[in-house]
C-alpha cells in the first residue's frame, strides 16, 4: 500500500467514525437542529476531519464530512467545514496529544456557561473524568481561532477533558474522537446532578486527597486493561 493510499484509507475511515460519532450528540440528546460538532486529528498528518457547516443530523453522511487542514482550509470536501473549524484546528495545533474535539451547546452544562461557574467537584464521577472542577474559559467570538485559544488556554495542564467557554457552551477534547465525546457526555451527566443537587442544598465538596485517588484510579485502574 504506498502512502498516498494509506492517507486516503485513513480519511475514509475516519470520516464514517466522525460521522457516526455525530448519533451520540442527538441519542444523548447535546445538540439541537445543526448545533454542535465532533472533530477528529488524521493521525501523523496535519488535517482533520469535521462536520460540515449547518447540515442537519438526519442528513451526514462519511462522504459529507470535510478535511481541513490544521489552518482551517479545506483540503477534501464538497462543503463548508463547521464555523468551529478554525478553533479546533488551533486546538490539535497547539495540543499534540489531542486527537478529537466535540462541541455542543447541551442543556445544563450550558446554564453554567451562562454564569460563568465552574461546575465544583461534588461527585465521585466528576473526580473520575475531569480531575475537579469542570473550568470556565473566556468568552469569545465564533468564526476564527479565538475560542481555541481560549480552550488551550484553559485546558493546557488541566486534567479536565472539558471546558465550558463563557456564554457559548461546551468543547471537550480527547486522544481520539470517541473520548472526546464521552467526555461531552459525562460533562452535561455532572453539570446536570450538580445543578439538581443545588436546588435541595449546598453540594458538599469532595476533599482533594480523595479527588485524586479517584482520579488515578479512573484514568489508570478502571475497566479492562
Known amino acids: 500500500m504506498t502512502v498516498v493510499t494509506e492517507v486516503h484509507e485513513t480519511i475514509r475511515t475516519l470520516r ?6 455525530h448519533e451520540q450528540l442527538t441519542r444523548y440528546q447535546l445538540v439541537v437542529w445543526t448545533a454542535g460538532n465532533v472533530s477528529a486529528r488524521v493521525p501523523g498528518h496535519d488535517l482533520l476531519v469535521i462536520k460540515p457547516s449547518g447540515v442537519s443530523y438526519d442528513e451526514l453522511t462519511p462522504e459529507n464530512m470535510v478535511v481541513c487542514d490544521l489552518d482551517g482550509r479545506v483540503v477534501e470536501g464538497e462543503h463548508a467545514p463547521s464555523s468551529d473549524t478554525e478553533a479546533q484546528a488551533y486546538v490539535y495545533r497547539e495540543m499534540p496529544e489531542v486527537g478529537g474535539v ?10 453554567w456557561a451562562a454564569r460563568g461557574e465552574p461546575v465544583p467537584c461534588v461527585l465521585t464521577m466528576g473526580a473520575d473524568e475531569f480531575g475537579g472542577e469542570i473550568p470556565v474559559g473566556p468568552f469569545a467570538i465564533i468564526g476564527d481561532d479565538s475560542i481555541g485559544r481560549g480552550i488551550v488556554e484553559t485546558l493546557r495542564g488541566s486534567r479536565s477533558p472539558a471546558v465550558l467557554m463563557r456564554n457559548h457552551g461546551v468543547f471537550t477534547i480527547g486522544a481520539t474522537a470517541k473520548a472526546a465525546v464521552k467526555a461531552a457526555v459525562m460533562c452535561e451527566d455532572v453539570a446536570r446532578t450538580v445543578h439538581i443537587s443545588r436546588q435541595l442544598g449546598e453540594p458538599l465538596r469532595i476533599d482533594q486527597h480523595h479527588v485524586d485517588a479517584l482520579f488515578d484510579r479512573y484514568q489508570n ?5
Open 16 to 21: 464514517r467514525e466522525v460521522c457516526l460519532l
Open 102 to 111: 466535540v462541541h455542543t451547546h447541551s442543556t445544563y452544562a450550558t446554564a
Open 221 to 225: 485502574v478502571y475497566g479492562q486493561r
